[in-house]
């Protein structure tokens, strides 16, 4: 073979051998992105079961914090107006038979609102603002803390899901802060800006570390809940300087 | 004054030149019937501009070649720079990451520049084979073919898309096949031409099929929206 031969071989062969390193590499890249498809498919269904989970957890959670403020309800306030009745209507007293029937009609009222909370379908009629309002209401009355509510009104268009975890997060933070901080005040600041909207609970109670282990679980809890609904949580806490919490939802 | 010879380039017209010519009227007659919003596609836009450009100067350089004239430097300044700047431009299009556009900008400036340094220092030469700029072009379009192919197997924005119906992922895979074919024999164009005239008209046939494939896919990349609106059926999404 001569050098011209050569020469011409190593020109074919060069050239196929290039046609054939990329339609290898061609191959791959497609090869690779249908991998990436799948794995991308599994994650977001890995990812969709997780949402599932969390959103019937708080569901449940929720059930269940109802049911406790039934139980509440029943024996602090109907239980008690059961007995104001019976005590009036035994009386031979006509203005005090009286009074027993109008607690019947309270009665009444109250019962019927509060079989209302046992069904989760009020949430959907309710608004976020309201829950709260609602919800710092009810601490104020029991005398535990001065409350206070400030909103732009950012949070009125939210899905349930948005709407289920959110509420539950917020309850969270105030039993926590309830249970925990012994506040004097509680202030909640709805508020937004150009990209996100933000619910700001701030305590002005013992507070605590937050690095410690301790109170990680919960706030890694939280931290989840929020991640789910697309939902940023961060709160910022020093011992006797009380709590910060954030919860931001992008638009 | 020399007469122009119209025989012999009518003569030297073959089914190449007369695909590409009708390439190019095929790509402007269905320019014409897009969409104002269609038309604003840089990915359609540079379709054309590559159809009208590579049939512009392969009718060019034959006719020149016909004037028994060096048509070189036809296909130096058409094909290794003016199409070589437009396929770069398609690439830089099917780019999402604005720092990958700016690598393609780079790419383009540096290229223009060396070619410029290559020529203004008589290193080449306007009308020889263009070995080395055929090279330098060849291997900065590869890189810009792998940059398309890492956004492709790396963003998120790619994970919804099936990148076989994709007008983008053709185009790049043609542009690499024809770039990586061509590529030893534009290199070798000279050595061929000189030595082994036979095998030199026998692997010419690889550029020219090739830029036949490549001209018919971006020809189907401008009627793809109009097939798509009259018979909502999508072939390729551009």
Known sequence: MNPADNQIYIIIFSTLFLGGLMSTFVVAMVFIHRQRQAQNRQKMDQMRAEFEKTIRNVEHEIHQETLTQVGRELHDNIGQLLSLTKLNLNSPKPEKQTEGREYLDK??????????????????SVS?????RQQLEKIQSTGFCQTALESDGSYLELSKDQKLVLIRVIQECL???IKHAQPDRIDIRIAKNNQSRRIEIQDDGAGFDPSKASTGSGMFNLKKRMET?????YLTSEVGKGTHITLELPF | MKEVNLDLFFDRLNYYQLSLAAFAIAGLFGYSLLSTAQRKNEAVRLSLGILVVVACYELIGTFVGAQQIVNNWVYNLFNSHVAAILFFLLLRSFLKRKSHKKMVNILIVLFLLTSLVLHLTGFVHYNDSGEYISFLNTVLMLCCCGLYFIELITLDEFLDVDPLRE?????????????SSSFMIYI??????????????MVREIPTNMTLLCNLLLCMGIYSPLIKDRFKLEIIHV
């Not at chain 1, 976020?128 to 709260?132: A, E, G």
């Not at chain 1, 609904?229 to 949580?233: D, N, P, R, S």
């Not at chain 2, 007008?167 to 770039?179: M, N, P, R, V």
């Open chain 1, 107 to 124: 009665i009444i009222k109250e019962v019927r609102a509060l079989s209302k909370t046992l069904n989760l379908d009020w949430l959907e």
């Open chain 1, 128 to 132: 976020l603002d309201d829950f709260i």
């Open chain 1, 175 to 177: 039993n926590n802060a």
């Open chain 1, 229 to 233: 609904i697309g939902g940023k949580f």
């Open chain 2, 167 to 179: 007008f983008s992922f053709w185009a790049s895979t043609a542009i690499l096949f024809y770039f």
């Open chain 2, 188 to 201: 070798s164009h000279k050595y061929l031409y000189t030595h082994h005239l036979d095998i030199y008209y």
